[in-house]
Nanobody
Framework: QVQLVESGGGLVQPGGSLRLSCAAS????????MGWYRQAPGKQRELVAR???????NYADSVKGRFTISRDNAKNTVYLQMNSLKPEDTAVYYCNADLVVVTTSKNYWGQGTQVTVSS
């Protein structure tokens, strides 16, 4: 069974840092793009950052210069380093990935991890 499992969320004070991890497991042949999305209460889910299979990255304007996405292909894992966190970064963060299982590419979501930025 293919799944994405996130970790690293929690409560942090404004200005603090957190590092999210997302590991893909199961019968995966290869992984294409991976990314992080977030959804705050009462708002739509939005893209935070995405990294292609070749390492090209793109970020939401609201997190540029503060967040960094990276991946470890040997571990099937994507990371999101979040620095200078603000209260408006509070949301459930979801991992997303395009996984090739056997010969079929499908899009998968993790279960989400809560990030709360508050003093």
């Amino acid at each position: 069974q293919v799944q994405l499992v996130e970790s690293g969320g929690g409560l942090v004070q404004p200005g603090g840092s957190l590092r999210l991890s997302c590991a893909a497991s199961g019968s995966i042949f290869s992984i294409n793009a991976m990314g992080w999305y977030r959804q705050a209460p009462g708002k739509q889910r939005e893209l935070v950052a995405r990294i292609s299979g070749g390492g090209r990255t793109n970020y939401a304007d609201s997190v540029k210069g503060r967040f960094t996405i990276s991946r470890d292909n040997a571990k099937n894992t994507v990371y999101l380093q979040m620095n200078s966190l603000k209260p408006e970064d509070t949301a459930v963060y979801y991992c997303n990935a395009d996984l090739v299982v056997v010969t079929t590419s499908k899009n998968y979501w993790g279960q989400g991890t809560q990030v709360t930025v508050s003093s």
